[in-house]
Each structure stands twice: as C-alpha cells, then as structure tokens.
C-alpha cells in the first residue's frame, strides 16, 4: 500500500526541497517513489527535470484546473521518469494562482488528495514537496499524507515555528485526516561544532523526544552542487558525506516512522 509523506516547515531555507529530493531517491533504490513539487517556487522541479523534458509536461497546476473543470482525460497522471524508481509531478509559477482558484471550491482541502489517487496505486511512496507557508496548497497535503516529516535548520526562529505547524496539524486530524501523524523532526544545516546547534537539538529533543531523528544532515558543498546539474547527491557524489546521512537518515526514517 502507497504511504504519502508531505516533507513541510513553513519557514523557509530549512532544506526541505533537498531532503524531499534526497530522502526520495535515496527511498527509489529499493522502492518505487513519486515526488510532487506542490511549491510554486517550482525548486525541486528544477532540481530534477531537464529543461527538454518539462516542455510539454503537465504540471500540477494543470491537473488541479483539470480537476476543477471535470476533465477526466487531462487526468491521465503523467509523472516525468528521473531515473529507474524515481518519478516527479512537476510545479510551475502557475502554481501560486491556484491558492485563489480553489479558495471557494467545495471540498478544495482534498484536491491534491483526489490527483494522487489516480496514481498511487502505482508508487510505493509518494513524497509531497510542501510550500513555505500553511496556505491551502499545504493544507491540500496535509488532509491527504499518512505522515508529515519536517526538517529544519537549528537555529532559535525555526525552532519557535514548529509550535503553530504542530497545532495546524492537529486541526487537520481532527478535522479531515485522522490517519495524519507527525513521522519525525530531523535537522539540516548541523554543525556540532556550534554551541547554538547542541543547544536547539536539545531542545528539540525534550519537546519532540523519539520523534527527532538521530542523523542530522550537514552543510556540504555538494548538496549546492547538485540540483545545477539536474541530480541528487546519489547520482551526482555518492561516496559524498551527504549522500551517506540522507542514506541513513531515510534508513531511521524507515525504521522508526514508514514501518511502524
């Protein structure tokens, strides 16, 4: 059975495009995965997805007015295939008009819900790729994901953040989707070294206990390097010390959140 993750924090730069990118290829080396960029940044689009590939693709934003207008041939799900295992829904500027576009559709929460179930049945994990806000477009993600997982940086500003995040995911449980859990907290950007990053994980800690993950991701140059040339760390350094923390992290990930 297809399990939906929606990778969110709504504060911005805490590397979730990155993770969502790498926790899923590192998941397509024994699992068939589908990422959706739901950003209409469109980052891990074109992270992903070759410039001659994407023309001609439907994004997300063209089935959602698809499904809007009932047009169920424009519903025939065409992901673009990265590699063997590793597909993308891709996302595009369009995107940011569909906040006002579904605001008064009925039962607009479970657009994106309704989308991925022409697909899922194909995927073994689908991957959501969430906006840097709590707008309608993460509340669609929320309302249809079996687990929200949140990276974040360690720093005071994110850390004060998770509060309003974890009370909307409440709402949405008890409102809409009473399968939603949060998966896990993890932390991006961490140096050890730094008095201020020990400080915030314990912190983390004591709030989110066995929930936080114990692989943290560290600032690495190839991280950077890698969406210029269309890549994940895997493809683009795999011997890098990134490559073996997204391996770990999604192997705990497994362990303690996918499999439970």
Not at 192 to 220: G, H, V
Not at 238 to 250: F, N
């Amino acid at each position: 059975m297809c399990k939906i993750i929606a990778v969110s924090n709504h504060k911005g730069g805490v590397g979730k495009t990155t993770s969502t990118i790498n926790i899923g290829a590192s998941l397509a080396k024994k699992h068939k995965v589908l990422l959706l960029d739901l950003d209409p940044q469109a980052n891990l689009t074109q992270s992903l997805v070759e410039d001659k590939m994407a023309e001609g693709i439907p994004t997300i934003y063209d089935y959602i007015k698809a499904f809007r207008n009932g047009d169920n041939e424009k519903l025939n799900i065409q992901p673009v295939r990265i590699k063997p295992n590793l597909s993308v829904i891709p996302s595009t500027l369009d995107l940011t008009a569909a906040e006002v576009e579904i605001s008064s559709e009925t039962g607009r929460e479970q657009i994106i819900g309704e989308i991925l179930s022409e697909v899922k049945n194909e995927f073994d994990y689908i991957l959501i790729d969430c906006p840097p806000s709590l707008g309608i477009l993460t509340i669609n993600a929320l309302s249809t994901a079996d687990k929200i997982i949140i990276p974040m940086t360690a720093e005071y500003l994110p850390m004060r953040g998770l509060a309003k995040l974890t009370e909307v995911v409440k709402k949405i449980k008890s409102r809409i989707n009473g399968k939603l859990e949060i998966g896990c907290v993890f932390l991006t950007k961490y140096d050890q070294r730094k008095i201020l990053n020990r400080e915030i994980l314990n912190k983390i800690q004591e709030y989110f206990k066995s929930k936080l993950m114990e692989t943290t991701i560290s600032t690495c140059i190839a991280l950077a390097e890698a969406p210029s040339q269309k890549m994940d760390i895997f493809r683009y350094s795999s011997i890098s010390k990134s490559a073996k923390e997204y391996d770990l992290l999604t192997k705990e990930i497994l362990e303690k959140v996918l499999n439970q």
